[in-house]
């Protein structure tokens, strides 16, 4: 789940103190200014969007901005940073939430937001290869005459890049799956300036290493994505959303498992609990009845949706739903998933000034409603408002807490309950992070996570970046 910029002045406060800045050589702005011109930007202001984060980090400057335009340009600020001992963060619309694109050693951001081309289609093939600048919404906009989409959608109009670097997922992952099943192929700067392309169009390969989803949720560490090969699909015949409420948790999480296990294939299905919808119905202007809720999207054939409707309302009425409320009209559905999509800021809002800090986990299927029943019983042992919403489809859920930036001790108090959360799921075999990433806030969860497996991961990083500058700091330390 990821973000747009957040509207609150409040300062962000970091979990932790940011790491050392390196400083930058003598003469080493002027040389990156002789080859970008005003492609190069060091006012604090443009400095400051760049490194602030969507959440509860402290904002960390990077020295200069650069957009780049091209691949060479990508390129050739590689090499000028290599060759200076000069870190790179890797920047696209700043909507990640672990303080994944925050420069903690400062260095250059570099902004990829201008390489937004569509440079192929390739509809009979289903795939299509972009830029990384390219945002999703816009994406499906050039899309929409040729009858496919691109199904990826966290919340946010992230650029397509920043989600390739971060594995991301969001409400059709349940049908349509994530990142690393949409990206086929890519354009990649290597740490030592070469440009290489990691697949071709062919829908398989058994070609080595697969380098694809190496670089897929690397979060910028090993490589800077130039363009990106994206696997589409048709747009459905029929789409047709609806929102129940239920009269338990447990019972919208059961709904949910007993539908898959049934074969009912799901395009979108989120669950709500009774806060986050009481937080949905103040900041969206809404009236639904302030329960655990759920909103589902089905879609195929005018047939088939009208089969899966029918089954899973027996389900929900069989686990204390309520009536179906629909959403059919373009426009209804519209208003539906944007409500959705703004949970974020409804439940930080649900406290004048606060700022938000946002956690997700994801566990098996058969361990979700326990594992989100337990959450939310322990959430109610604080006075810190905290909502539960997520894609329940694929087990991964989150939760929101709504902080008093003047109460200093809230912040331990959260980082508490969220240990216990990221403890819960992987005592129940599940991951510190569903879609997230690791960034800067889960780095000693992936240890717990994946015990030895991350010193392979240290192996990589050290053998593709030795100088450790592509967004150093970041998934673990060197």
């Known amino acids: 789940m990821a973000f747009g910029r957040a509207s609150s002045s409040e300062p962000m406060v970091a979990p932790h103190p940011p790491a050392q800045r390196r400083p930058l050589p003598e003469g080493f702005l002027d040389r990156l200014a002789a080859r970008f011109g005003d492609a190069l930007q060091t006012g604090e202001a443009v400095r400051a969007a760049h490194g602030a984060s969507e959440t509860h980090f402290a904002t960390m400057l990077p020295d200069a901005v650069i957009f780049a335009g091209s ?3 990508v390129v ?3 090499n000028l940073c290599r060759a200076a001992g000069v870190p790179i963060v890797p920047f696209g619309a700043g909507t990640s939430i672990e303080g994944n694109a925050s420069p903690v050693h400062g260095g250059i951001s570099l902004d990829l937001t201008r390489m937004d081309r569509v440079l192929m289609v390739n509809a009979e093939d289903f795939d299509c290869v972009i830029e990384p600048g390219v945002r999703r919404e816009e994406l499906n906009q050039h899309l929409r005459d040729t009858g496919l989409f691109f199904p990826i959608d966290p919340g946010a109009n992230a650029t397509i890049g920043g989600m390739a670097s971060t594995r991301a997922s969001g409400t059709n992952a349940v049908r349509y799956g994530t990142m690393k099943d949409a990206v086929l192929g890519l354009e990649v700067v290597t740490p030592d300036g070469r440009v290489i392309r990691t697949a071709r169009r062919a829908r398989k390969s058994a070609a080595g290493y697969d380098l694809t989803r190496l670089y897929v949720g690397a979060e910028g560490t ?3 994505i130039t363009a990106i090969t994206l696997r589409l699909h048709p747009i459905p015949e029929t789409i047709s959303s609806a929102v129940c409420a239920f009269d338990t948790l447990k019972g919208a999480v059961d709904t949910v498992v007993q539908a898959i ?4 294939p799901l395009g979108r299905v989120e669950i709500l609990d009774a806060l986050q919808i009481r937080a949905v119905n103040r900041w969206s202007k809404l009236d639904y009845a302030e329960l655990p809720t759920l909103f589902f999207e089905f879609h195929g054939t005018a047939n088939g949706v009208a089969e899966q409707i029918e089954l899973v309302r027996a389900v929900a009425e069989g686990n204390g739903g309520g009536e179906f409320l ?5 426009e209804e559905r519209s208003k539906l998933w944007r409500a959705r999509h703004e949970a974020y800021y409804a439940a930080v809002n649900l406290r004048p000034g606060a700022i938000g800090w946002a956690t997700d986990v994801c ?3 058969s361990r979700l409603a326990e594992c989100i029943t337990q959450t939310r019983a322990d959430l109610d042992t604080s006075a810190i408002p905290s909502t539960i919403l997520g894609h329940v489809g694929d087990g991964n859920f ?3 807490f709504s902080i008093d930036p003047a109460v200093p001790a809230e912040m331990a108090e959260v980082e508490a309950l969220n240990a216990r959360l990221v403890e819960r799921a992987l005592a129940m075999d599940g991951t510190c992070t569903g879609e997230h990433g690791i960034g800067l806030g889960k780095q000693h969860w992936l240890e717990a996570e994946l015990g030895d497996a991350v010193e ?3 192996t990589l990083k050290r053998a593709l970046d030795p100088d450790n500058l592509f967004n150093p700091g970041k998934i673990f330390t060197l």
């Open 222 to 224: 090993l490589g800077i």
């Open 456 to 458: 392979v991961m240290r």
């Open 398 to 400: 989150h939760v929101v």
């Open 326 to 330: 629909w959403s059919n009209l373009p």
């Open 363 to 365: 566990v098996p299927l």
């Open 76 to 78: 050739d600020t590689v």
């Open 261 to 264: 296990q049934c074969g009912v």
């Open 71 to 73: 691949t060479q340009d």
